[in-house]
């Protein structure tokens, strides 16, 4: 399928971890960045962390040190390893790609953090 589909969220106490995927069809994935974004309640939807095709990295600063993306071409799906969750963590996490001059987003997975 063309759209994005994430999996992995799910309710963790404050300092567990989850790893989030991102799976879609290898045409859009391939050649092109993926980005991470999230969306709390309330709160407009943001950027997490970005890779490129050639595995550039980059993270926004609240998450560096405790989140790592990284993406296996071959499988077509992008992870968002994240350690040392927090309260303020929890939001719903979108996956997101540019192709073809268009903007492709999964329908989001829930992370919720406990304290």
């Known amino acids: 399928q063309v759209q994005p589909v994430e999996s992995g969220g799910g309710l963790v106490q404050a300092g567990g971890s989850l790893t989030l995927s991102c799976r879609a069809s290898?045409?859009?994935?391939?050649?092109?960045?993926v980005d991470w974004f999230r969306q709390a309640p309330g709160q407009q939807r943001a950027l997490v962390a970005r890779?490129?095709?050639?595995?550039?990295?980059y993270y926004v600063n609240s998450v560096k040190g405790r989140f790592t993306i990284s993406r296996d071409n071959a499988k077509s799906t992008v992870y968002l390893q994240m350690n040392s969750l927090q309260p303020e963590d929890t939001a719903v996490y979108y996956c997101?790609?540019?192709?073809?001059?268009?903007?492709?987003w999964g329908q989001g997975t829930q992370v919720t953090v406990s304290s």
């Open positions: 997101h790609v540019v192709a073809f001059g268009n903007n492709y």
């Open positions: 890779i490129s095709f050639a595995r550039d990295t």
């Open positions: 290898g045409s859009i994935f391939s050649g092109n960045a």
